[in-house]
């Protein structure tokens, strides 16, 4: 996501369930990352909002359709991949305590891409960030 422009808003209303792709990726990277607790939620989550940028995957989740992406929230993984355009990309899953809230990516060599990088590509950066 652009981060730099100050006129794009942080998401713009989007909701719909996830889709099979999203899932997946959810369930990797709470497995990966040792993120059980969170595991149970993902069958249950909604898409509320994507990124405000309107063309990266970026998303946010709520419980239901009437959740605020509002509560603030911090990363709990931290991912790289490969589009399949092969643009390097950056993936966050952030959350709360308790509640996984978006899934994040950004392109790090200012490549463009709009689809999530399949996950054979992943490459675990956790242990890079503090
Ligand atoms: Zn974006």
Wanted: hydrophobic share 30%; glycine share 8%.
């Amino acid at each position: 996501m652009a981060k730099s422009s100050s006129t794009m808003p942080y998401c713009i209303e989007h909701k719909r369930e996830l889709n099979d792709v999203e899932r997946e990726i959810l369930y990797y990277l709470v497995r990966d990352s040792g993120l059980h607790e969170y595991e149970s939620q993902i069958q249950e989550l909604k898409i509320i909002a994507r990124c405000g940028c309107g063309s990266c995957p970026t998303v946010l989740f709520g419980n239901t359709f009437e959740s605020k992406p509002a509560e603030p929230s911090s990363d709990l993984a931290r991912y790289m991949g490969m589009s399949s355009n092969g643009t390097t990309v950056g993936i966050a899953l952030m959350g709360t305590e308790t509640k996984l809230t978006e899934l994040e990516a950004w392109s790090c060599c200012g490549g463009e891409f709009d689809t999530w990088p399949d996950i054979s590509t992943f490459v675990n950066m956790n242990n890079l960030h503090t």
